[in-house]
Nanobody, 120 residues
Framework: QVQLQESGPGLVKPSQTLSLTCTVSGGSITTNYYYWSWLRQPPGKGLEWIGVIAYSGSTYSSPSLKSRTSISRDTSKNQFTLQLSSVTPEDTAVYYC????????????WGQGTQVTVSS
């Protein structure tokens, strides 16, 4: 069973960079067909897709966030990370990491989510 755990600061100041890590156990982030994903849910709003890093290492990001988003991985630690720069209070949300199975076209596993608040 694949398990994902998000970690990172719960409070970030405006204009700073939000940095989150997703640690994966029970499976490898280089496994074929899996895209390792970041999503978020702002308060009172729906789930928003941020971006992914594929099993190959390729990355794809939401057009609306692409200029501020960087997704990377450390295969030796079986982790992948999200960096979102120049944050504003509108970036306040619960952030999730998840696995997207491209063969089944569905999200297989989710982290529990971590609250990130952008405030001075």
């Amino acid at each position: 069973q694949v398990q994902l755990q998000e970690s990172g600061p719960g409070l970030v100041k405006p204009s700073q960079t939000l940095s989150l890590t997703c640690t994966v156990s029970g499976g490898s982030i280089t496994t074929n067909y899996y895209y390792w994903s970041w999503l978020r849910q702002p308060p009172g709003k729906g789930l928003e897709w941020i971006g992914v890093i594929a099993y190959s290492g390729s990355t794809y990001s939401s057009p609306s966030l692409k200029s501020r988003t960087s997704i990377s991985r450390d295969t030796s630690k079986n982790q992948f990370t999200l960096q979102l720069s120049s944050v504003t209070p509108e970036d306040t949300a619960v952030y999730y990491c998840a696995t997207f199975n491209t063969a089944l076209q569905s999200y297989d596993y989710w982290g529990q989510g971590t609250q990130v608040t952008v405030s001075s």
